[in-house]
């Protein structure tokens, strides 16, 4: 049972969890004899008792909570921008057959980031992060190792400027491996914070979707790069992210193929496209995904009990604390905390907006960004998204991808149903997980 406002999640016997139903706050400290009638099957003394134990919970502010974080939004405002996600190429040696990015090139044609812009989006970064000590730049693309020069080149320039300026980077790349060698492992293990490989599962399933230029699968020539990149980075921080589709929607067998070519720090996340394509996954797909979701569910149990070390991304909740009240209210910080820059210096909310004209935000050169749009997105919070004001999982989501939201329903502040629907299903999955790892770890059965 989850409380949505105080975020507690209780373990209760059926009797408790139906009389929630029969429940409204503010409660009296004795049951009223409607309810004892409602429940005269049980014993008067256990549905008294479990009335008093649910009435001690509301008592302590842990059920039937009040709305708490309204507050934090009348003190949400710009914030300084403390992340960057640099598009250093336009371009790709695969074409993915579900890209968001036009196979690589946004629709803008290919092309790569040379040294001076990808300085100068340090210097935009720094200008822009306020009092922000601790900033982060992630490199992607397409494929960032196209423009590997210019990853070095923009490394060594942010370092320079971190004892003039009191600001610390904190680097990731997202590679799909196909440029990979011992010169690049090495560099990434020694300078990235963090490491993205991209890899779908399954040779089957990988190369299915996940092809060269030439239409051949990938699979071959990028796991062995991917192994020998995570053997050497030892407890540096990574995971293989992969997408899956309506071609696997048996994607828990591609986290245990994953897992068993050596790779424990998972992430196979649904497909976001047009639903006409062959691959998308619709509403007719749901019950499958979430039956798929409650198998891998109970795999993922299973090795934290035998502790194997198998983390799956989406099914990573602490509940103890949990992000802060406004991460919770308006999520990743896209287009206020977090932006991207592309090959020419154009800023973005975020890379899902890179090509979309209208949500251009300025120029890493003129140093210019939107004041407009920063509050725009600023202010994008669960409260302005009708759908998530009455979501159980609002504070979890917070609202959702603005970029999907904008790409699927036409409104960044309309919430993506397909992917709202998953995203509840995840959790569920999640906090399901950390009640029976409990119950398991103090040996209590129900």
Not at 355 to 372: A, I, P, S, Y
Request: aromatic share 10%; net charge negative.
């Amino acid at each position: 049972m989850l409380d949505v406002e105080s975020g507690a999640v209780h373990l209760v016997d059926k009797l408790a969890y139906d009389m929630l139903e029969h429940l409204t706050p503010p409660l009296e400290q004795e049951p009223p004899k409607s309810l004892l009638q409602a429940f005269s099957s049980y014993p008067e003394e256990e549905v008294a008792e479990t009335y008093r134990e649910l009435y001690r919970l509301w008592e302590d502010g842990q059920l039937f909570a009040p709305d708490g974080h309204d507050v934090f939004v009348e003190k949400l405002g710009l914030s300084p921008v403390k992340a960057m996600c640099l598009n250093v190429s336009h371009d790709c040696n695969l074409r993915c057959a579900y890209c968001f990015a036009g196979k690589g090139d946004y629709h803008q044609g290919r092309m790569v980031m040379d040294a001076r812009t990808g300085k100068q989006a340090i210097d935009y970064l720094i200008a822009a992060s306020g009092d922000r000590e601790r900033l982060e730049v992630d490199f992607f693309g397409g494929e960032p190792l196209l423009a590997f020069d210019t990853v070095k080149a923009v490394v060594d320039y942010a370092r320079s400027r971190e004892p003039e300026t009191g600001k610390r980077f904190r680097f990731t790349i997202t590679t799909n491996g196909m440029l990979l060698d011992d010169e690049k492992i090495d560099y990434i293990n020694r300078e990235m914070s963090n490491v993205v490989l991209s890899l779908d599962g399954r040779k089957s399933v990988n190369d299915k979707v996940r092809a060269r230029i030439d239409g051949t699968g990938c699979y071959d020539a990028v796991v062995p790069k991917f192994q020998k990149l995570v053997q050497r980075r030892g407890d540096g921080e990574y995971y293989v992210r992969g997408t899956f589709t309506k071609y696997n929607k048996d994607f828990g067998q591609d986290v245990l193929a994953l897992y068993d070519l050596g790779f424990d720090q998972v992430s196979v996340e649904p497909v976001v496209s047009d639903p006409k394509e062959p691959w998308a996954l619709t509403e007719e797909d749901l019950p499958e995904v979430f039956a798929e979701y409650d198998r891998l569910a109970s795999i993922i149990l299973d090795h934290r009990l035998r502790k194997t070390g198998l983390n799956f991304f989406h099914f990573m909740l602490d509940l103890s604390q949990g992000p802060c009240a406004i991460k919770r209210l308006r999520g990743c910080g896209c287009g206020n905390e977090y932006v991207a820059v592309t090959p020419d210096g154009d800023v973005y909310p975020c890379h899902q907006f890179v090509g979309m004209e209208q949500w251009r935000m300025g120029n890493v050169f003129d140093g210019t960004l939107d004041k407009d749009k920063k509050a725009y997105f600023a202010a994008s919070t669960i409260y302005q998204k009708p759908d998530c004001r009455q979501c159980w999982a609002k504070f979890y989501c917070s609202g959702g991808c603005n970029a999907n939201n904008f790409r699927y329903e036409g409104d960044v502040r309309k919430a993506h149903t397909l992917s709202c629907e998953m995203e509840r299903k995840r959790l569920e999955c999640a906090i399901g997980i950390k009640a029976a790892q409990l119950l398991r770890e103090q040996e209590v059965t129900v």
